[in-house]
Nanobody
Framework: QVQLVESGGGSAQAGGSLRLACQVS????????MAWFRQAPGKEREGVAA???????DYVASVKGRFTISRDNAKNTLYLQMNSLKPEDTGMYYC?????????????WGQGTQVTVS
């Protein structure tokens, strides 16, 4: 059974930092592109950052230079380091696997973790 479990969300002040983690189990995720998405109230879900099996990354323009996506294949864990947070970063953040970069058609999703920036 494929499972993606996010952790690390919470509240932060503008300018602060948070680190999200996504523990993956049930399949060999090392061969797949993985990504973080977010959804703010009343808005569509958007791709925030993605990383492929070779470690290449892509980011939505609004987070470039502030967020860093990484993966630890030995621990089956995906991370999102978020620095210089802004109130507009507020939303539910989802981990996703087996998809294509920042496009939303991923096969596996976590349950989400809330990030609130004030």
């Amino acid at each position: 059974q494929v499972q993606l479990v996010e952790s690390g969300g919470g509240s932060a002040q503008a300018g602060g930092s948070l680190r999200l983690a996504c523990q993956v189990s049930g399949f060999s995720y090392t061969s797949y592109c993985m990504a973080w998405f977010r959804q703010a109230p009343g808005k569509e879900r958007e791709g925030v950052a993605a990383i492929d099996s070779d470690g290449r990354t892509d980011y939505v323009a609004s987070v470039k230079g502030r967020f860093t996506i990484s993966r630890d294949n030995a621990k089956n864990t995906l991370y999102l380091q978020m620095n210089s947070l802004k109130p507009e970063d507020t939303g539910m953040y989802y981990c996703a696997s087996d998809g294509w970069w920042l496009l939303p058609e991923y096969n596996y999703w976590g349950q989400g973790t809330q990030v609130t920036v004030s």
